[in-house]
């Protein structure tokens, strides 16, 4: 009798202490909240932040180009502007760029791109605020039209040149040779900014 009702008790502990485990495991499965918070914020860490948008903080440099009149000796003047990280201003003096825009640019209605053709610039130098221009003997052989027409096209290069912030006078050289004329224009030394070819003169 006594080995059954200890056998009976036996039973209930090993059933109380089962209960008590099972119990237990449930309750370590339950999330811990407090525990969540610092997983949150490992998240929010690692978020990208916004990229930062980059603003083209360079200058912007301005320059001006001449046009002719196709049937009068009249020169009219259009302003551009570069930047000045542009790449075009790469192992370039700004007086080249321009001089190189000005001999490829398109004429517009009856304006037009007197430069002779096939000229080429053989180099461009400054002395001081003098700028040299040294052309092939193209700009020569294929210049056409009166000596007006002759020294209008001159005066495109001219102004164009010395309207740059860091040039007064021009020299025009072929071949690095100056000439004593062009086109039967008696050729100057030094040329400064010339007014005589626009429409209200």
Avoid: W
């Avoid at 008590?20 to 909240?33: F, H, K, T, V």
């Amino acid at each position: 009798m006594n080995k059954k009702k200890n056998l009976f008790i036996l039973i209930i502990g090993l059933i109380t202490i089962l209960s008590a485990l099972m119990l237990c495991g449930c309750g370590n499965n339950e999330p811990d909240p407090i525990a969540e918070e610092p997983i949150q914020q490992e998240e929010q860490d690692l978020t990208d932040p916004e990229p930062a948008v980059e603003k083209d903080e360079s200058e912007k440099i301005q320059y001006v180009l001449y046009l002719k009149h196709r049937d009068q000796p009249f020169i009219f003047s259009d302003s551009y502007q570069i930047s000045e990280t542009d790449e075009r201003l790469q192992d370039k003096t700004l007086s080249e760029f321009v001089l190189e825009e000005l001999i490829k640019q398109e004429g517009i209605g009856e304006l037009i791109n007197p430069m002779p053709d096939n000229t080429e610039i053989i180099s461009v130098e400054h002395e001081g605020r003098m700028v040299i221009v040294n052309l092939s003997q193209d700009f020569v052989d294929n210049i056409t039209g009166t000596e007006e027409d002759v020294e209008a096209t001159i005066g495109m290069i001219v102004n164009s040149l010395v309207t740059l912030p860091e040039n007064d006078q021009v020299r025009l050289l072929v071949e690095g040779e100056l000439l004593e004329n062009i086109g039967g224009l008696k050729i100057h030394d030094e040329y400064e900014f010339i007014t005589t070819y626009y429409p209200d003169k």
